[in-house]
Every structure is written in C-alpha cells, then in structure tokens.
C-alpha cells in the first residue's frame, strides 16, 4: 500500500531503516511482564516537504 504524505499529498519513498543504539522495537505489555513484539520500524519520506513517518509491517498483529 502507498504512503501518501499527510502534509503535501505526495507519494512517500518507503523502507527506510530506523536505526538506534539501543534499538527500537514496538511492543505492548501483556501479562505477567511478558511483552508482545510487533517488530521494527520502518520510516518513510516524503521526496517534496521532508515529512517522515514510521510505520511496521506487521500492523495487523497490534489488533489481535
């Protein structure tokens, strides 16, 4: 699905990597302190005004 940005309209370039030193992981705490990992973030970037956004590719676990 293309990622069209919410500033300009303009169709965003994908698959950039997120890069941290601790690392960056999306998760939801679940019982007992057991976490659910989502995985890791993409980003994408609009070539027109700079605007970025992150996103993961597996969106449809978070609703689970």
């Known amino acids: 699905m293309k990622k ?3 500033q300009c309209q303009t169709e965003m ?3 950039f990597k997120v890069e ?3 690392g960056i992981t999306i998760s939801k ?3 007992f302190f057991l976490n659910a ?3 890791k973030p ?3 970037v ?3 005004c700079g605007c970025v956004i992150f996103y993961i590719d597996n969106y449809k ?3 689970k």
């Open 61 to 63: 676990d978070v609703v």
């Open 46 to 48: 609009c070539p027109n």
């Open 20 to 22: 941290s030193y601790g």
């Open 13 to 15: 370039i994908e698959d």
């Open 37 to 39: 990992t989502y995985g």
């Open 4 to 6: 069209i940005c919410n």
């Open 29 to 31: 705490k679940g019982k």
């Open 42 to 44: 993409h980003a994408a």
